[in-house]
């Protein structure tokens, strides 16, 4: 676990950050988990039925910020150990209930170092079906993540689905202006990448919380059945310490 510095390190930049979540048209309990904390953001999409999806995303993205990557000297690393942290995580408790037996969840998670040499940079750490992109100075959005599932099939890659976890790690600079957007499979199912990136496009002015609130209730108004949960976080610059 990497732990905060003593003494300030503030990276140039910072996360200003918005999330919300909406129950799909399924019906049950809201599967989805996310988090939002000083230079994380994280998603997360139980599987596994109910109760035990619920828990698996829970389990994974408290777990994950509970590791505090964003603090680590090595931000690659440290999203690495705190991935694998919450596997085993996961996989424990679906030993210890019966009724968990099965239970997985997708994650993704962005970090922005906070010690200053790590701060120019976004850190990625990606498994399942959900998405993140980053929209350099608000304009055209780019997906950093390619979905480990079969088009409207299985998952091909979860947390808690085996023992070792495999998750794409890597990093991406940014700059003041740019914005990041994580999202659960409940927009991507209901709107095509064309018509995601036209609304991106349109909410491109609008605040973290504004865009989350009207990217939540695109879904809804397309018929999302899935759970959706939208994470909205602009790069803004750290105010000067002199």
């Not at 603090?71 to 440290?78: C, H, N, R, V």
């Amino acid at each position: 676990m990497a732990t905060e510095p003593e003494q300030t390190t503030a990276a140039p930049l910072r996360l200003a950050a918005a999330g919300r979540t909406r129950r799909g048209k399924r019906g049950g309990p809201n599967e989805d988990a996310f988090v939002v904390v000083d230079g994380l953001l994280a998603v997360s999409d139980g599987v596994g039925g109910e109760a035990a999806g619920q828990i698996a995303s829970t389990l994974t993205v408290t777990t994950v910020a509970g590791f505090r990557p964003q603090y680590a000297e090595d931000p690659l690393e440290g999203l690495r150990r705190a991935v694998e942290r919450a596997n085993r995580v996961v996989r424990t408790r679906a030993r210890e209930e019966p009724t968990w037996l099965g239970m997985a969840c997708t994650l993704d998670v962005v970090i922005l170092g906070r010690q200053h040499n790590t701060g120019e940079y976004l850190t990625v750490a990606h498994v399942g079906d959900s998405s993140v992109w980053l929209q350099p100075g608000r304009g055209r959005p780019r997906a950093l993540t390619t979905p480990h599932a079969i088009r409207n099939g299985p998952l091909l890659n979860a947390v808690g689905l085996a023992d070792e976890i495999e998750a794409d790690i890597f990093s991406e600079p940014v700059r003041a202006g740019d914005r990041v957007v994580l999202a659960s499979d409940g927009i991507t199912k209901v709107m095509t990448p064309e018509q995601l990136d036209g609304l991106l496009g349109e909410l491109g002015s609008e605040p973290p919380e504004r865009a989350a609130d009207a990217l939540v209730e695109a879904a809804l108004l397309a018929g999302a059945r899935d759970d959706t949960t939208i994470v909205v976080a602009d790069l803004v610059s750290e105010p000067s310490s002199r």
